[in-house]
Structures are given as C-alpha cells and as structure tokens.
C-alpha cells in the first residue's frame, strides 16, 4: 500500500507536468454552503480553498496555479445544474468538484458526461457511481459500504428485527433502497419502512409506527437537520430501541442540533472525526497536519465532509500526476489510474470499474458519547 502525503504528492505533480507559469489550472466546485445542507457545503467549500492554497505553496500544478472556482447551490437542485452550467460554459473548469447532496450530483451528471469533463462529487448515494459513468467519481463511502458495517455491529448485537427511517431526498432513499436489499441478506428482517421529508420537524407519526412493529433496533438514514429531529422524537417519546444513525450526520452540528438526543447513538464515520484515537501511523499523520492546518485557518476543526473535498482535490492533483496534463481528458483518465491513494478519508484505488475506490477500512464504528464522537473498540 502506498501512503502519499500531501507534500509529497504535490512535488511529485510539479516534477511529472511540463511548467506554464502563465496558465492556470481551474477547478470547480459546486458546494451547498447555505440552505439545509450548509453542514456538509461548509466544511467542503473551506478545505477546498485550503488545499488549494496548499498546493499553490509547492508550486500548483506542474507549475500552474491551481485555482478554484466555488459556486453555493443553496442545496437547491435547480441551483446546482445552473451552477455547474456556469462552471462549464463561463469559466471553462477542466473538472468540477462536488456537488455536497447526492440529488444534486444526479442532476448535474448528464451535463458533465455530455461536457466530458470529470466529476468528483462529495455526495454519497451508490447510484452516483453505479452503473460506472466515464465521467463521473465521488469520494465518500457508499451506502452498500456504510449499511454493511452497520450491519455488522447489529449482527454482532444478535438483533434480528429492524426498521428503517429515511428522508425522501436522493440520499436517503438511495441507502433505503439498499438497507430493503442488505437487511434480508444479512439474515434479519426488515420490520417497519418509513420515510420523512427533509424539511420535516414532527416524525411522531412516523416514530409511533415503528414502535408497535416491536423491531429490535432502528436505523435513521439521512443527513442534514431532519435526523437529528428524529433523534429527538424519539427521546420526548420515551422510546429506549437503539438507534443507528448513518455517515451523513458524521458532524458536530448533527450533535449540537439533537442535543441530548444524540447521546448514545451508533454509526459509521469517517475516522477524521475520531483522529485523535487512532493509532500512530501515517493516516493518522495525515488527518492531524489536515484537522491543525484548517482548524489554524478557520477556528474550527473539519468535520468528515470536509474530509470529503480534501479527497476530490488530492485525486485531482494525482490525477494530473498520472497522466502528464490538467485537461478534463487527462485527468479523467488520470482518475482511473490511482492506486493506493492515502487521503483523508482512505485509501482510493479506482479502475475501469469502480470509481469510487474506497473499502469498508474507510468507516470507523462511533459512539456518541457526551455530546463527542468516541471510536467503538
């Protein structure tokens, strides 16, 4: 396994690509900086302007400034193909970064695919890169990834009976598609199947259904602000069943929104939110310089997501590396090449067939625990 850090990776870019000082090398991102998802939008719009200052310390790119172009979509979807039509017409990015939302990236693929130029989203729905488009990549784990570890701890549990609560949007019915899938699979039995909008504040309805199914966990699938309204539904009913929580409120703000609601609860993370439990080791190096660099900047430590905009612009970066050019062609085909890619997240290997690159290593288990993440021994 090859463990790159970030200096090393931009040193190695300078020297593979020929200088021209005069050019610059735009990036895109489309983010949801406002709106609901502004928890995921945020974090990712910052490390993307961190890195690249980063990168442009050690020389860019081959030599060229590496700038990027950020557009907030409002984590509206209409805003996100507009902003991406921007990106691609006005400012004639060589790839886009993003979007935050796995509905927003659904809508914008076809004109990325069409352009040719790459897409790495930060979104996280399997469909994304399932069936593999030529174009298109993503850095956070799937749902098949995130559902099968949860799984796991629930098997381990010795629960049997489970029901799901999802948001509506593509995120959350994206993991429901495969949570109906895996569950059965795993030998458990899927007990109740409800759904709540993302704008929703009341799930008592929806809460008091599952209780009388008698499951012996339940599983919230969503991100954003309506989870942690599931939380603490769940908490003025006096209902004790455990509650999972998936990767997309791998965050603090998830915590400070449920309050005491989120206490105890269990899901999949990305190990930056655990960093400072994690054994001494290179990726544990790599996450501290990250976590010290941004929190420096920005008076606040990265939450997963932002973990999430590291990944896309270090594949980048790579990419250019791989193929010699910072065209929208070269780093595609740079894309398909990486292998063995430490970053924030995990370890990337894409091919032909996979272009999301990462494995269940990438998830840590995660407690929460007086209103902290605490890693699941």
Not at 321 to 331: D, E, F, K
Not at 343 to 372: C, P, Q, Y
Request: hydrophobic letters at 45%; aromatic letters at 6%.
């Amino acid at each position: 396994m090859a463990w790159r850090m970030l200096a090393a990776l931009v040193l190695a870019v300078s020297a593979a690509l020929p200088a021209r000082a005069a050019d610059t090398v735009k990036i895109g991102a489309v983010v949801s900086v406002t709106g609901p998802a502004s928890y995921l939008g945020e974090p990712e719009k910052n490390t993307l302007l961190y890195l690249q200052d980063q990168l442009n310390e050690k020389g860019g790119i081959g030599g060229q400034k590496v700038e990027v172009i950020v557009y907030d979509d409002e984590s509206d979807v209409n805003k996100a193909v507009l902003a991406a039509e921007k990106l691609l017409k006005r400012d004639q990015v060589a790839a886009v970064v993003g979007p935050s939302v796995s509905g927003n990236t659904l809508a914008l693929m076809p004109k990325m695919a069409e352009a040719k130029v790459p897409l790495v989203s930060m979104a996280a729905a399997e469909k994304i890169v399932n069936p593999v488009n030529p174009w298109i990549f993503k850095t956070p784990q799937s749902d098949r990834l995130a559902v099968a570890k949860l799984l796991a701890d629930a098997k381990a549990k010795g629960f049997k009976k489970l029901a799901i609560i999802t948001v509506s949007d593509g995120f959350g019915q994206a993991g429901r598609e495969v949570l109906k899938e895996m569950i059965p699979a795993a030998g458990m039995e899927l007990v109740a199947d409800e759904i709540f909008g993302p704008k929703d504040t009341d799930m008592t309805a929806q809460l008091t259904k599952i209780a009388g199914a008698a499951p012996q966990a339940v599983i919230c699938w969503g991100t954003g602000p309506a989870p942690a309204q599931v939380a603490r539904g769940r908490a003025q009913l006096g209902q004790k069943t455990p509650l999972y929580m998936s990767h997309g409120v791998a965050s603090p703000k998830f915590v400070e929104l449920a309050g005491e609601a989120a206490e105890g609860l269990v899901l999949p993370a990305s190990w930056i939110i655990v960093a400072d439990q994690m054994p001494e080791g290179p990726f544990k190096a790599l996450l501290s310089a990250y976590i010290q660099g941004y929190t420096k900047r920005f008076g606040t430590a990265p939450s997963a997501f932002g973990g999430y905009g590291y990944d896309a612009l270090t594949l980048l970066a790579e990419a250019a590396r791989i193929s010699g050019n910072a065209t929208p062609q070269g780093l595609r085909d740079g894309l398909e090449k990486v292998k063995g890619l430490q970053s924030a997240t995990g370890v990337f290997n894409f091919s032909e067939k996979d272009h999301n690159g990462l494995d269940e290593s990438s998830f840590a288990m995660v407690r929460i625990e007086g209103g902290k993440f605490v890693l699941v021994k």
